[in-house]
């Protein structure tokens, strides 16, 4: 019997910092874009654009239906995006701040 190696174990800290250097290494958009169709599938990329795009509706107090009406995106995904905009770890923000079109930026 072939002896295999035995899996290493997984240090998610570490993966996810990697994998935000390596965003941080790409700036220019449509590298980004590359790069995210190449790592997440189709549906996986739905679901970031989705959350993304409920993002400035919710900074306007657009409520949650209506911003379902609006983008068809469901009003659980919604009430996610506004808890970590409330409690999350500031990378809406951080992100929002960041983009050359928001006010916030400007």
Do not use: N
């Not at 035995?6 to 998610?12: L, Q, S, T, Y």
């Not at 900074?59 to 409690?87: K, M």
């Not at 999350?88 to 951080?94: D, E, S």
């Amino acid at each position: 019997m072939k002896l295999r190696p035995a899996p290493r174990e997984k240090d998610a800290q570490a993966d996810l910092a990697s994998l935000a250097r390596a965003f941080a290494a790409v700036t220019d958009p449509e590298a980004v874009t590359a790069f995210l169709r190449d790592l997440c599938t189709p549906a996986e990329l739905e679901a970031l654009s989705d959350r993304w795009k409920v993002v400035p509706l919710l900074q306007q107090g657009v409520p949650y239906r209506e911003i379902h009406e609006l983008t068809g995106v469901s009003v659980t995904t919604t009430g996610r995006v506004a808890r970590s905009l409330d409690h999350g770890h500031g990378g809406y923000a951080a992100a929002i701040a960041a983009t050359p079109t928001s006010p916030e930026s400007e």
